[in-house]
Structures are given as C-alpha cells and as structure tokens.
C-alpha cells in the first residue's frame, strides 16, 4: 500500500522550529525519503481491540494518517487499512516478509495457550508463528499497545489463552521498542517512527523499553490536580468532583507518560490534544505500565505508593504531614493521608 511526501516534511519542519528535531536531522529524514521506496511497515494484529490502529488513524499532530499512508510510509500489511484481502493479502505480507529491513508493527498479545491457536493471522499461520517468522527480517519492532507490549487487558487474570507481551516470546532483542497504552497515543507511534528513520536507530528507551521522550516523566508529578489541589489536602470525594483523586483509584503516582501534556484530539499539526483522562476528572488507570491492568486493580481503588516501590518527594511528603484530608465536596468525610509518598 503506497501513500506525498511533502506534508510530512513540512510537519517534520514545524517539529524542527520547535525543537523537536534538528535541522540536521531533518535534512537527513528528507533525503531518507526521497530515497529508493518508501520505508516499508508491516503491521500484525494478535489479540487485542484494533484500539491502537484505531487511535492511529486520528493522527494529526506531526501529520495526518493519510498524508502518511499515502506519502511517507509503504504499509506493506495491516489488515484494517489495507484494500487487498484472502490470498492476495497474505501474498503481500509473506512477499514483503522475504525481504528484509522493514519495520514490524506489532498491535495486541500473542497467546501460547492450544499451541498458539487463540489468534490466528490467516489460515494455518497463529499469531506466534506469525510474530516469529516476521521478526527474522525487520529492521525494527514496534510492540504497539499495552497488549503488545506487556500482555495488558488480553493477559489479564485468570488469561485462559495465556497471552503474552512480544518480549516475552522474543525476548531481549535490542530492535523492540514498546510503545504501550490502551490505546497507544497517535503521536508516541508516529514520533517513534520519525525517529526511526531520521536516525536509524532506536530512541533512548527506559528500563522497559519505553521511548524516553515520551514515558520519561511521572504523570503525579505533572499533573495540574497536585499543583492545585494537594498542597491543600483536597481530594475529590466522588468522580467528575474537583480534587486529586488519588483515593478514587487514580494511579498517577506509579505511571510514566506525557499524557498531561500531549493529551488527546489534537485540532491541527503542531498542536497538542484537548483533554486527558484526569482533566476530564477521572482517575488515571496505569496503562502505560508492565503491570496493567491486574496491577492497577482494583481500578477505582486507592493504590498506595509502596506496593510498587515508589518514592516521592517534595509536595507529597508536605500532604502527609498534614495528617487530614478534606474533600472538594463538604458531605464527603475528611481522610487521613497514610504516611507515603
């Protein structure tokens, strides 16, 4: 499936001016691109939502998704977007996975459990053998989703199918990114892509292989709620209320993303999204993280801090000092803050 270039690299441009990407580079990703070909994607789907393809087509900060497709990226398989079917689709990935250097897109769990008969691609190839045999060949690999990435809602308890993460079949492989979430945001796949090609290697990750940029910073620590509401030990008592709600379950203290930055809903290239999860006042679930979602459950309960080993500084310590809570809402009892981070 071949998809201009030149808005790419205008959005590519406008990323430079702010910073986001070196003249340097940016000269480097045009030539890359007026290369032989359009980088090739090949993109597998296992158990899962299509969630994260669905999130994907909603891309709009860097570029649309079908000045992408139809400019930037040969999107060799992906069973949502593409036009072929039957034969002639699985024709097209087995042809594309023969020759080597592509970027594999991985989008939900692989089950193991029945041999791996769970989730099946096409007839006669299941989802692990699929991620197996298309891994040989890819330059690169993108484990897309919580599902992809750590197993997530599909491999949530008792997991009858025994779905895993793609590192968990792989193993370590220096070529495999995770760009987790549930969905994943348009922006982490397309800005780890970008790099992608503008460098030729993979981002700075963290220790689970999460691209820095994007899943380096606490979202508690960033969050407006603890800026304007836990110096003063106010907590929302019930959701939509005004007030951190740690105590409604939110997990904002044991999760890394940029989600109250980036948010969702971008209205044009260059601009940031709308809302978030907390700024539409309910709980953050966790679910960029490994342990999402059995670790993040209850999902409307508070989590304390300890459970995961998390140490906080600064305005957390000060709230638990002052011993007592109180909420937005003058009918919900006052708490006492239990004394962590």
């Known amino acids: 499936m071949r998809v201009s270039r030149r808005a790419f690299l205008k959005a590519a441009a406008a990323a430079a001016v702010a910073g986001r990407l070196s003249p340097a580079a940016l000269a480097k990703l045009g030539s890359i691109l007026r290369g032989e070909g359009d980088p090739r994607v090949i993109w597998l789907q296992g158990s899962g939502c299509d969630g994260c393809a669905i999130s994907f087509l909603n891309s709009v900060h860097y570029t649309t998704v079908d000045d992408l497709l139809t400019n930037t990226l040969d999107v060799e398989f992906q069973s949502n977007l593409m036009a072929a079917a039957g034969d002639l689709a699985v024709s097209a990935a087995q042809t594309a996975g023969a020759q080597p250097g592509y970027i594999l897109v991985v989008e939900g769990a692989i089950p193991i459990g029945a041999s791996g008969k769970y989730c099946s691609l096409w007839t006669g190839m299941s989802m692990h053998d699929g991620l197996i045999d298309f891994a040989q060949n890819a330059g690169f690999i993108i484990a897309l989703g919580a599902c992809a990435a750590y197993g997530g809602i599909s491999a949530g308890a008792p997991d009858p199918t025994e779905a895993k993460g793609v590192e968990e079949i792989l193993g370590s492989d220096s070529r495999l990114i995770n ?109 960029v993280e490994p342990t999402f979602p059995d670790g993040m459950s209850p999902f409307y309960a508070y989590l304390p801090a300890q459970k995961q080993g998390e140490d906080g500084t600064g305005a957390d310590k000060q709230l638990s000092a002052k011993g007592m809570v109180r909420s937005a809402n003058p009918t919900v009892a006052s708490r006492r803050v239990p004394n962590e981070s």
């Open 179 to 287: 760009v987790p979430g549930c969905p994943a945001h348009p922006d982490w796949l397309v800005g780890t892509i970008t790099y992608l090609l503008t460098n030729g290697y993979a981002p700075p990750l963290d220790a689970h292989r999460r691209p820095l940029e994007y899943f380096g910073r606490r979202i508690h620590d960033n969050c407006l709620n603890r800026r304007t509401y836990c110096g003063e030990g106010i907590f929302a008592g019930q959701l939509s209320e005004d007030g951190c709600m740690e105590f409604l379950g939110c997990k904002g203290k044991h999760t890394h993303s940029d989600c109250y930055m980036r948010k969702w809903n971008s209205g044009g290239a260059g601009e940031y999204g709308v809302n978030w999860c907390i700024g539409a006042r309910s709980p953050c679930l966790g679910c």
